[in-house]
């Protein structure tokens, strides 16, 4: 089938039903429409962009290894075209570029903007997947690709009164697209994870007054943005094929050698040089060009967590601000942020630290938000950076029903049972792009999708040449995937913070960690399965 037919009048038919508009449901739409597939993708934004769409706070910013290798790679044409201006983009040039593919491709006209799906079940009979959108319709896809985002789904807090506020609330997650003015406001900014981090400062340049509402002190990294020159983006250009080589070998998935260096050889005067030196050059090179052993080590990465208490003393001139704001959790286990005159914010006489775990929150007014010993900080607008229910968030809030009417919020009470982080039992056809279990937000996401992508491409190619109409996990390949993904996380300090990434950040969520920390010996183990005639599927012939 080449393209969407219609199987009575209520039903439109395709081979691939998309959920999600953003950088990996894209992918997916040029992707399976190059194999000869009809498609349909749904998103609820307006536009393009997903993630990017939505979080266009003040402040956003690519936080990983930056342009240009934050990037499709599946066309060279797109790469010889596109000038990223600075190494870390702002949002709004991310979503210039995510606009700029969606239009050299036109993909916008396999996508219903504005649509949520609201259900989505698998009939066994047809082998199909059925769904629902919030417009009313109804569409079925023999395969559904849930590009949903692993940071999509808002994590709201719930403080007594929190809704009594009068005052403009917005989440860093939902900004809005018209501008929002901070001119002559008292702002309360609630979280200081990477968005807070980011957003802080520029509202601190005109709030009138800041109130940050803090629950964890974090560590937080020079951001060095740099703007792009011609010349880098001549050398970027000409290196390109040796460059993509380099990120398809790299643990991340960026064109970096690997680590060799464990911080447990050096002195603690060679570790500091070293810290120092990455300090001044910022980006994520303490995780690129760090020492291996910081996340595996307690000493290894006490000597880094010294040095960025170090950082923050020096930078913070109020003493007692400074020690608010030391972390005390492993640096490296919760995501690593990148800031751009965040510390130094502290020193401005309109910004105020209120320490949460000192003072906590006790109820919200009209017009204020109530600490229990600070009091009453009178406020015009609440801005919550609180987060995601992140990775499974999404998903499960649409809670897939499979074979019998089994729901995925049924399958996934005590952990996210899948198999390469990708695949479920029982909801056979249905893949997840960057799902619990898959490297996800440890690898340079835009590349991790097209590589999952591609297998799957691969693996319906397979179904066909043989017949069959369904695939799924055996159960045994679920158990064992969880105990991989388990094993390498607990051989690291990682699962001992509590992150989004254990799920520690939502209440009532299981404690798991939810991401394979192997790097890229998952594409290996998707590369071994595959050449294995799909190790540990299960087939069904088709109807
Ligand atoms: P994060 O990293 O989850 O940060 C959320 C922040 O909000 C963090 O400081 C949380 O404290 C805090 N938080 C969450 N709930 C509450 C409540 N109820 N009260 C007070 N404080 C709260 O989300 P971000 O959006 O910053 O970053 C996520 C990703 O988005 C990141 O990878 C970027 O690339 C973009 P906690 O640490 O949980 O104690």
Excluded at 80 to 86: G, H, I, P, R, T
Excluded at 347 to 375: H, K, M, Q
């Amino acid at each position: 089938m080449a393209s969407g037919k219609q199987s009575n009048e209520s039903i439109e038919e395709f081979d691939v039903l998309i959920i999600g508009a953003g950088v990996s449901g894209l992918y997916a739409i040029h992707h399976f429409r190059e194999m000869g597939l009809s498609v349909r993708a749904y998103d609820g934004a307006k536009d393009v962009g997903g993630t990017w769409w939505y979080n266009c706070y003040p402040g956003a910013r690519v936080d990983g290894p930056g342009s240009p290798y934050y990037c499709y790679t599946f066309s060279d044409e797109l790469m010889e075209e596109w000038d990223w201006e600075e190494t870390q983009s702002e949002g709004s040039a991310v979503l210039e570029y995510i606009d700029h593919v969606a239009t050299k491709f036109d993909l916008r006209r396999d996508i219903q903007f504005e649509t949520w799906v609201q259900d989505a079940r698998y009939d066994d009979a047809t082998q199909r997947w059925t769904i629902e959108t919030s417009r009313g319709d109804r569409a079925s896809g023999r395969f559904l690709i849930c590009a949903s985002g692993a940071l999509s789904t808002a994590n709201m807090p719930n403080y007594e009164g929190i809704h009594d506020f009068a005052g403009e609330v917005h989440h860093t997650g939902q900004w809005p697209h018209e501008p929002v003015s901070f001119e002559g406001k008292r702002v309360a900014v609630m979280g200081t994870g990477s968005s807070g981090i980011q957003a802080i400062p520029e509202i601190a340049k005109t709030a009138d007054h800041v109130t940050v509402l803090q629950r964890t002190a974090q560590f937080a990294f020079p951001a060095g943005n740099r703007p792009l020159t011609d010349e880098d983006r001549d050398e970027a250009r000409k290196l390109w094929d040796e460059t993509k080589a380099m990120m398809l070998a790299h643990s991340g998935g960026f064109p970096h050698p690997g680590n060799e260096l464990a911080a447990l050889d050096f002195t603690p005067e060679e570790r500091n040089a070293h810290y120092e030196k990455l300090w001044k050059i910022g980006s994520f090179r303490f995780f690129l060009n760090g020492y291996n052993d910081v996340a595996t080590s307690e000493e290894a990465n006490a000597s880094l967590s010294d040095f960025v208490r170090g950082k923050i003393r020096e930078i913070v001139k109020d003493p007692e601000t400074a020690e608010k704001l030391m972390p005390d959790h492993y640096v490296m286990t919760k995501r690593p942020i990148l800031e751009d005159g965040y510390w130094e914010t502290y020193n401005r006489d309109n910004v105020e630290l209120v320490d949460l775990r000192e003072d906590p929150i006790v109820r919200f007014t009209e017009n204020s938000v109530v600490t229990a010993t600070s009091g009453e900080h009178p406020i015009d607008m609440l801005v919550l950076a609180t987060g995601f229910d992140a990775i499974s968030g999404t998903i499960l809030k649409l809670n897939p029903k499979g074979r019998g009417g089994v729901s995925l919020k049924e399958r996934w009470t005590d952990r996210f049972h899948n198999y390469l982080g990708m695949v479920v039992k029982d909801f056979p056809n249905m893949f997840m792009i960057h799902g619990p279990g898959s490297p996800g937000v440890f690898y340079n996401m835009p590349l991790g999708a097209e590589r999952q992508i591609g297998w799957i491409g691969d693996l319906i190619r397979f179904l066909d040449e043989h017949g069959y109409g369904a695939a799924e996990p055996a159960a045994e390949s679920e158990e064992a995937w969880g105990n991989e993904v388990q094993g390498i996380a607990n051989a690291t300090l990682f699962p001992k913070t509590d992150s989004w990434w254990t799920g520690a950040n939502v209440e009532g969520k299981p404690r798991y960690f939810s991401a394979y920390l192997g790097g890229g010996i998952y594409y290996m183990r998707l590369a071994d399965v595959a050449s294995k005639e799909y190790a540990g599927f299960e087939f069904e012939a088709a109807p």
